[in-house]
């Protein structure tokens, strides 16, 4: 066994240490070479050593480096090395973390974090806490504690009875909503297309005179992180418009809620703690291993009653807090460790000034194209910077040569019906020298392409 181990993690470490000084996009030849791994099904088996050295040979060179300080894609960070290691101690432990009774460390550990978390942000502190997948889980998970409330309100259990014959909820949402969120609502029955969307301004935040009456059982989804922009819609606006009304308000934060870590960008979401739920991802600006997201929700009872398991064989009594009461899956990997890692080694100075430091990068990046003359659509005040060098071929064509290059990498986005690049900042290694470099080959490549 200690032979195996030691070759994954020298293979891993190796990986670990060279890829950032590798192209970042998969090679062809990479991409082809995958071809090794397709054996027909056999009877008999291999030594676990040769899988080991396999995976390495064919996998580790077609791995897009995501990891690396100079990936701007996707709005997705890389992985702390305090979270690496602890991701593989938790694979150590294989804790299937369903039940507090059957395994108390990693529910503490959950519990731990959870509270950590909620203070950090600013959320209130009763809030329940559910370690997901990512943020669509986080969102869907949210949403069924929203629907759980707002139909226990109307006077109808849709967990006992569902949804045949339930009165009506009406679904507020941003015309800029993510799609993981329509998802979301088609998968609680809500439906994709039973919403009614709020146009937004030129940032892509709702815009409040556009706002409809709000009438009893709603639930509003609105964002704290445009997917581009980077922009809060006005959360707490939008709570004082419903106050009075059966009404849930929910906040897909996958990336901009980490903004209310830093105390020169919580401003952004300010009141946003009036909100009744919220959704974010760890495994973005976080920077910890997939997968790993975060749903809150104020009202621990309503989220309770819509993940709860009850069933007779499971050893529940006694527990303060079981983790399968508030997610969709009864067995589960142990998220929390991943999460109380990073937050333990970093502590709150340490993430704000990730968080700080990802924001000035991006304005860095702004502030460079400005000057070069490019357009820069959005206004840069989280991470997110959306630019324009011209037609749409020449973005293109921009784009391509960026990832064929690969000192670093951006995608395409399609920004108030205009194709542009997106650059995205949110992993923990991204510095000054990370822009700086990727500028040096963006300028050079744009100017081969105009000459
Ligand atoms: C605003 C927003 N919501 C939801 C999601 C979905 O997150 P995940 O892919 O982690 O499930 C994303 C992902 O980029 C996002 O940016």
Request: some cysteine; glycine content about 6%; hydrophobic content about 40%.
């Amino acid at each position: 066994m200690s032979e195996l181990y030691q070759q994954a993690f020298q293979y891993a470490t190796t990986f670990l240490k060279e890829s950032n000084d590798l192209p970042i996009q998969v090679s062809d030849q990479a991409r082809s070479d995958l071809k090794h791994l397709d054996f027909k099904l056999q009877t008999e088996g291999v030594d676990a050593t040769q899988v080991i050295q396999e995976l390495d040979q064919w996998v580790s060179p077609a791995t897009m480096k995501m990891g690396s300080p100079r990936f701007f894609g996707f709005v997705i960070g890389g992985c702390y090395p305090v979270s690496v290691a602890s991701n593989w101690m938790g694979t150590a432990w294989d804790q299937n973390t369903g039940l507090e009774k059957t395994t108390p460390a990693v529910a503490a550990l959950e519990r731990i974090s959870g509270r950590w978390m909620l203070e950090m942000l600013g959320l209130p502190a009763q809030s329940a806490v559910a370690f997901v997948t990512g943020a669509t889980v986080a969102n869907f998970t949210a949403l069924a504690a929203a629907r759980n409330q707002v139909f226990n309100k109307a006077g109808w259990d849709v967990e006992a009875d569902g949804l045949i014959g339930a009165p009506e909820v009406h679904i507020i949402i941003s015309e800029e909503s993510h799609p993981t969120v329509y998802k979301s609502l088609a998968m609680l029955g809500f439906g994709r297309n039973r919403v009614t969307k709020v146009p937004t301004d030129d940032q892509g935040r709702i815009d409040m005179a556009q706002f409809p009456v709000v009438k009893d059982n709603t639930i509003v989804i609105c964002q704290a992180g445009n997917i581009n922009s980077g922009a809060f819609d006005p959360i707490s606006d939008i709570c004082e418009r419903v106050e009075s009304k059966n009404a849930w308000v929910h906040v897909d934060g996958a990336f901009g809620l980490w903004a209310m870590a830093s105390d020169k960008h919580r401003y952004l979401g300010e009141g946003i703690e009036k909100a009744d739920s919220w959704a974010t991802d760890a495994h973005k600006w976080l920077n910890v291993p997939y997968d790993s997201g975060l749903a809150f929700v104020k009202n621990e009872h309503a989220l309770k009653a819509a993940m709860a398991i009850t069933a007779s064989y499971l050893p529940s009594e006694n527990a303060t807090r079981n983790p399968s009461d508030y997610t969709p899956e009864l067995s589960r990997r142990a998220r929390g460790i991943d999460i109380y890692a990073v937050l333990r080694h970093l502590g709150k100075s340490g993430v704000e000034e990730l968080i700080d430091r990802c924001c000035a990068c991006a304005k860095r990046f702004a502030d460079h194209f400005t000057t070069a003359g490019f357009e820069v659509m959005n206004d840069v005040l989280l991470n997110q910077v959306v630019v324009c060098f011209g037609s749409e071929e020449l973005n293109l064509q921009v784009m391509d040569a960026i990832q064929k290059e690969g000192t670093c990498w951006a995608g395409q986005t399609i920004w108030k019906d205009r194709l542009a690049m997106r650059i995205s900042i949110s992993n923990w290694q991204t510095d000054f020298k990370a822009v700086d470099d990727s500028l040096v080959v963006i300028d050079e490549l744009i100017n081969n392409l105009v000459k």
